[in-house]
């Protein structure tokens, strides 16, 4: 039988087979932040546990951490108390941790792989739906809850139901303007929200293989948003040469025999699959959310759905979204007025994400009543596009330059959305509330397009002005 | 354990994410004993704190330990505060079209069973409710959910019952398993930036 990357990894990493149908799997790389493992290490001090392979888990702080004010105390008590929490608990048990000052911290699906601590063929896990994004180096990345950071914490090792296989191949090539982004949005709107429940995906097709690191990493991060816990990507020579030199990669002298594991783990040719889906590339125009869910997304030219030409169970989802969104069907995204602009969160917060938002403001300023803020994803990033003096191009379009963080993406620090306004936004989730404001309203599409939208005040197609 | 005495509070709608479930700005509070008053919180109250009329809150469906939810139930972020919340308002059970992967194991580990039903079959259960009928007795072992002349028979998705065994003891019964597992992966070996790995159960 031919065998998937999945397949492979998974037979690797396995412990024990029980009898209702769980594995238990060996963890490679363990990461955690600040918001979902206080508690996690509570359980372990209750049943007198230690952290096992304390060497195996790294630690930052990226969910509460503010963009403007880093002075300790922080201002918000709650967020202090977590913060200073990790700090302990890390120091108790030997974990190394980036924290506020660390010139290397940042989002922890960021700092990941831009410090080489992900790798090809690792069982990566991590207290946050979006772990998927490091399937990006053919890892299985596990987005877990709080118990299960304790079980790894506690035993390097997750129990786990392996999941059914999905394909999702974007083959032809996408058109300029359109970003990987795009595609995925694309992908979550054909098989919907809970498409790939219960299965893992493998990316493959023409467009992924030409795809950058980056932009393999964008597509993995929302593989959660259409139901799969893990998605992955192949590696392969990109994903080698991005790999290489990084501090916790391997060394030069090892880094041969690394490639030869990391290329026995391809999947094989004729693997089987559960399910395929298939995109064309060079079909799909830049697209925007308009609903309370990822798959609520129409290309920027096209007429917001009716939801009288839904199946059932769509409509009813749809009825929900228009009267949270205050849209109404028949009209055009395009030329929909946008108080907020957010260009960040671990989907698109990567120097290519900025370089690509910063193509378009170069030389313009964002509209009058718009206010549009840049996260960048780590202060590794940030120091990079500085180098690159990215900071002033948009400083200059009249963006302010933040330091990184999750930030707007979920609001767990200052920074929120107030009111009903309109976020035209990089991050992952149009989610009812997920900005901060139980009224706010969230616009995904990609960096260029929310780069489009601050200058014009309003949702428009970024080809216009490429 | 042959049968429950089961309650159900209807939270339908599909696709029901867990930011709806419980709104990130709780997420700091490790005080498990608040959780229930986040639960749904932006749906339940107003920004006065006045009760919308919720389900939740609805007196008809006062002390409640089951829900029925529709499809893809529990989307979105793997923050456990959602299954938790749902356990400390007094949900054991949770009977839904279908579950969001994540969410279903965090609800294996605080003690939550989910059971699935098809779409006629939680809409006629949703319909037994609003009728006024709403003291079923459920056998776990057949599955089998009844009230007066209507049954229906659901399908366990997961277990995670309070007689199930603790993954924590589980997982770290063969630690010499674990450490074989371990030093069996090549990257194991070359992986080597900090200090040799050393298992310290």
Request: proline share 4%; net charge negative.
């Amino acid at each position: 039988m031919h065998k998937s990357l999945l397949d492979k990894v998974w037979e690797l990493h396995t412990v024990r087979e029980f009898e209702d149908g769980r594995t238990q799997l060996f963890i490679g790389l363990h990461l955690i932040h600040e918001v979902t493992s206080q508690q996690a290490f509570g359980m372990l001090k209750t049943r007198g546990m230690k952290v096992a392979f304390p060497q195996r888990t790294f630690g930052t702080i990226d969910h509460i951490v503010p963009t403007k004010n880093l002075s300790r105390p922080l201002a918000d008590g709650m967020a202090e108390s977590a913060a200073s929490s990790l700090e302990q608990s890390c120091r108790e048990n030997g974990i190394k941790l980036f924290g506020m000052e660390s010139a290397q911290r940042g989002i922890v699906h960021v700092i990941g792989p831009e410090l080489g601590l992900t790798q090809p063929g690792m069982t990566i896990a991590c207290g946050d739906s979006h772990t998927s994004t490091h399937g990006a180096f053919g890892s299985l990345g596990f987005g877990i809850g709080t118990t299960q950071v304790g079980h790894v914490l506690a035993t390097q090792c997750l129990m786990m139901k392996k999941p059914n296989q999905m394909r999702a191949i974007f083959n032809g090539k996408m058109q300029s303007g359109v970003h990987a982004k795009d595609l995925i949005l694309s992908l979550i709107r054909k098989i919907g929200v809970s498409g790939a429940a219960g299965h893992s995906i493998e990316y493959s097709g023409e467009q992924v293989e030409k795809f950058s690191m980056e932009q393999r990493m964008t597509i993995c991060n929302m593989s959660i948003e259409a139901g799969a816990r893990i998605g992955y990507v192949n590696p392969d020579s990109t994903t080698y040469e991005y790999v290489r030199g990084r501090e916790f990669a391997p060394s030069e002298g090892k880094f041969e025999e690394a490639i030869e594991f990391w290329d026995s783990i391809r999947s094989e040719p004729g693997a089987a699959h559960d399910k395929t889906a298939e995109i064309n590339s060079s079909k799909i125009e830049p697209m925007v959310t308009w609903g309370i869910n990822p798959g609520q997304s129409i290309g920027i030219s096209e007429e917001l759905p009716y939801p009288e030409h839904m199946e059932e169970n769509e409509r009813r989802g749809a009825q929900k979204a228009y009267e949270h969104m205050k849209l109404a069907p028949g009209k055009k995204i395009n030329g929909l007025k946008v108080g907020r602009v957010f260009i960040g969160s671990c989907t698109n917060s990567r120097l290519s994400d900025l370089v690509e938002a910063s193509k378009i403001i170069e030389g313009k300023k964002i509209a009058k009543n718009t206010s549009a803020i840049v996260v960048p994803g780590s202060q590794q990033v940030k120091a990079h596009a500085e180098q690159m003096g990215l900071h002033k191009i948009f400083t200059n379009a009249g963006f302010e330059w933040r330091n990184s963080g999750c930030s707007m993406c979920l609001g767990l620090n200052p920074d929120k959305l107030s009111g009903d306004e309109i976020c035209a936004s990089t991050s992952n989730r149009n989610f009812i509330g997920r900005q901060g404001s139980p009224l706010g309203r969230t616009l995904l599409m990609s960096p260029a397009m929310a780069a489009a939208a601050a200058i014009s005040g309003e949702v428009c197609d970024v080809r216009d002005m490429l | 354990m042959s049968e429950i005495a089961v309650q159900i509070v209807p939270i339908l709608g599909d696709d029901i994410d867990t930011d709806r479930i419980y709104p990130a700005r709780f997420l700091l509070d490790t005080d498990y004993s608040h959780y229930a008053d986040y639960l749904f919180h932006d749906e339940r109250f107003g920004q006065d704190g006045a009760k919308k009329g919720h389900s939740l809150d609805d007196p008809k469906f006062a002390g409640a330990n089951a829900a029925i939810v529709g499809k893809n139930f529990g989307c979105g972020s793997s923050r456990e505060h959602a299954a938790q919340a749902l356990k400390r308002f007094g949900i054991r059970i949770i009977i839904g079209e279908s579950f969001a992967d994540i969410f279903l194991s965090n609800c294996a580990q605080c003690g939550i069973e989910c059971f699935r039903a098809d779409h006629k079959g939680t809409m006629d259960i949703a319909h037994q409710i609003s009728q006024g009928e709403n003291a079923f007795s459920f056998t776990p072992n057949e599955c089998n959910l009844l009230t007066g002349s209507f049954s229906i028979k659901l399908e366990r998705v997961q277990a995670g019952h309070a007689n199930a065994p603790d993954d924590f003891e589980l997982l770290s019964k063969n630690t010499e398993d674990i450490t074989r597992t371990a030093w069996k992966i090549a990257y194991m070996k070359f992986w080597i930036c900090r200090p040799k790995d050393i298992f310290i159960i």
